[in-house]
């Protein structure tokens, strides 16, 4: 008892050994170790099975960070697909089929990050309710930066499913990591879209944006990231799934709306994670909104021209205007969901062809710019991904381009 003075705690004891600067209640992220070093923190996705997440984790995994990968889904043989449904009635997957495809299947970027990182840095949750609070707090719980990358998929239709998605989970995580702040929760990384507003005809973009209002309302510190679309993985969100997709499960047709003249800044995956860790470092950050895309403009008919010539195919394009869709879809007589596969039928998937994704100078919001990074140009990453799909995916002659049918001059693009 008199070697221990009274005023003796851990805390004080830490601080001293690490100097008078080193503050608990912020983030020491140490990126220069590799796989069995230490980054000095842990980290927690929602939404492990996206692409950014997925990007993110890895990279973590491989500098020394401890990842908990929150998912809602496992797969089990003893269970037939569709028997468990995580998703609402609504879904169009769900009623009147006798085959449910559900989200029970397995999950191949999950399983891909078993080859990340060393054992015992990397951790997978179950979470069957992301609205649970006691599933939430569990899954959180030990974990100084949360990343919540859930709320980007095509299937669904009606607005309860999108507020489910951006408004519901989101709130449960910021109301979760409000009660555990500095204890141990430091920071937390909320992934919305870019052209998230409440007057947006996208229901999409605008439950995005209620999202983005509780999140700050529980967590004010919280760093908001509105990306544009992101190119990374095998993801139907953006033209590339698109592209692969309709190849694959569409007889290679491809719906335009409008002639495909949308406007469209798309952002590798791996310049979001520059981002984030260059966020992660900086204090300031907190409570500020980034909106990140890429350094090139393009039309979406272009960059779909520009990968079917790199995979070397020709696609069928069904142009139709907005108000002629609609008319289709909506008609007692055809039902339009079954004539054509299901990502091309969603409403709000075809609506947000309307909407141009660039990123607008906007005050108070920031950019690469403000953190010091030049993103590459989509035709890079692109390339790179069709000569990939060229050698593993595309086998089929039928669809084969002769070099005098290229219609579009890849440096044109």
Same mark, same amino acid.
């Given at each position: 008892?008199?070697?221990i003075?009274?005023?003796?705690?851990?805390k004080?004891?830490?601080?001293?050994?690490?100097?008078?600067n080193?503050?608990?209640?912020?983030?020491?992220?140490?990126?220069?170790?590799?796989?069995?070093?230490n980054?000095?923190?842990?980290?927690?996705?929602?939404?492990?099975s996206?692409s950014t997440?997925?990007?993110?984790?890895?990279?973590?995994?491989?500098?020394?960070?401890?990842?908990?990968?929150?998912h809602?889904?496992?797969?089990?043989?003893d269970?037939?697909?569709?028997?468990?449904?995580?998703?609402?009635?609504s879904?169009?997957?769900?009623?009147?089929?006798?085959? %449910?495809?559900?989200?029970?299947? %397995?999950?191949?970027?999950?399983?891909?990050?078993r080859?990340?990182?060393e054992?015992?840095?990397r951790?997978?949750?179950?979470?069957?309710?992301?609205? /649970?609070?006691?599933e939430?707090?569990?899954?959180?719980?030990?974990?100084d930066?949360?990343?919540?990358?859930?709320?980007?998929?095509?299937?669904?239709r009606?607005?309860?499913?999108?507020?489910?998605?951006?408004?519901?989970?989101?709130?449960?995580?910021?109301?979760?990591?409000?009660r555990?702040?500095?204890?141990?929760v430091?920071?937390?990384?909320?992934?919305s879209? /870019?052209?998230?507003?409440?007057?947006?005809?996208?229901k999409?973009?605008?439950t995005?944006?209620?999202?983005e209002?509780?999140?700050?309302?529980?967590?004010?510190?919280?760093? *908001?990231?509105?990306?544009?679309?992101?190119?990374?993985?095998?993801?139907?969100?953006?033209f590339?799934?698109?592209?692969?997709?309709?190849?694959?499960?569409? !007889?290679?047709?491809?719906?335009? *709306?409008?002639?495909?003249r949308v406007?469209?800044?798309?952002?590798?995956?791996?310049?979001?994670?520059?981002?984030?860790?260059?966020?992660?470092h900086?204090?300031?950050?907190?409570?500020?909104?980034?909106?990140?895309?890429?350094?090139q403009?393009y039309?979406?008919?272009?960059?779909?021209?520009?990968?079917?010539? !790199?995979? /070397?195919?020709?696609?069928?394009?069904?142009?139709?205007?907005?108000?002629?869709?609609?008319?289709?879809?909506l008609s007692?007589?055809? /039902?339009?969901?079954?004539?054509?596969?299901?990502?091309?039928?969603r409403?709000?998937?075809?609506?947000?062809?309307?909407?141009? !994704?660039?990123?607008?100078?906007?005050?108070?919001?920031?950019?690469?710019?403000?953190l010091?990074?030049?993103?590459?140009?989509?035709?890079?990453?692109?390339?790179?991904?069709?000569?990939?799909?060229?050698?593993?995916?595309?086998?089929?002659?039928?669809?084969?381009?002769?070099?005098?049918?290229?219609?579009?001059?890849?440096?044109?693009?």
């Amino acid at each position: 008892k008199k070697l221990i003075p009274s005023s003796f705690s851990a805390k004080t004891l830490f601080n001293k050994v690490l100097g008078k600067n080193f503050q608990t209640n912020q983030v020491h992220f140490y990126s220069g170790g590799a796989v069995a070093s230490n980054t000095g923190i842990k980290a927690c996705f929602f939404g492990g099975s996206s692409s950014t997440a997925y990007t993110i984790a890895s990279n973590f995994l491989g500098l020394g960070t401890q990842c908990n990968i929150i998912h809602r889904g496992n797969l089990d043989t003893d269970i037939p697909w569709g028997e468990i449904r995580l998703f609402k009635a609504s879904n169009p997957l769900q009623q009147n089929t006798g085959f %449910v495809a559900s989200y029970e299947m %397995v999950n191949f970027n999950i399983q891909y990050l078993r080859a990340f990182g060393e054992v015992g840095y990397r951790h997978f949750t179950l979470c069957k309710d992301m609205t /649970n609070e006691w599933e939430v707090e569990n899954a959180i719980k030990d974990c100084d930066v949360v990343f919540n990358c859930i709320g980007d998929n095509p299937v669904l239709r009606h607005m309860e499913d999108f507020e489910e998605a951006n408004v519901h989970v989101p709130r449960m995580i910021a109301k979760v990591c409000a009660r555990l702040k500095n204890d141990p929760v430091k920071r937390l990384i909320h992934f919305s879209a /870019n052209g998230a507003d409440p007057d947006s005809i996208s229901k999409k973009l605008r439950t995005k944006w209620l999202g983005e209002q509780e999140v700050l309302n529980y967590f004010p510190e919280a760093t *908001i990231i509105r990306p544009t679309e992101v190119l990374g993985g095998w993801d139907m969100h953006n033209f590339i799934g698109y592209f692969n997709h309709c190849y694959h499960s569409n !007889n290679n047709h491809m719906m335009l *709306i409008d002639g495909g003249r949308v406007k469209k800044q798309p952002v590798a995956v791996n310049d979001i994670y520059q981002a984030v860790e260059r966020i992660i470092h900086l204090e300031e950050s907190k409570g500020q909104i980034y909106e990140l895309g890429g350094s090139q403009v393009y039309s979406l008919k272009e960059l779909l021209e520009f990968y079917a010539n !790199n995979v /070397n195919h020709r696609p069928f394009f069904l142009d139709m205007s907005y108000d002629d869709f609609m008319r289709m879809y909506l008609s007692p007589n055809s /039902n339009f969901e079954k004539a054509i596969h299901w990502l091309l039928a969603r409403p709000d998937f075809i609506t947000r062809q309307r909407i141009d !994704n660039v990123i607008t100078p906007k005050k108070g919001i920031k950019t690469f710019a403000d953190l010091e990074i030049l993103p590459i140009a989509a035709s890079q990453y692109v390339g790179d991904d069709a000569n990939y799909a060229y050698e593993k995916v595309y086998t089929t002659e039928s669809n084969y381009r002769d070099v005098e049918e290229i219609d579009a001059d890849d440096d044109g693009h």
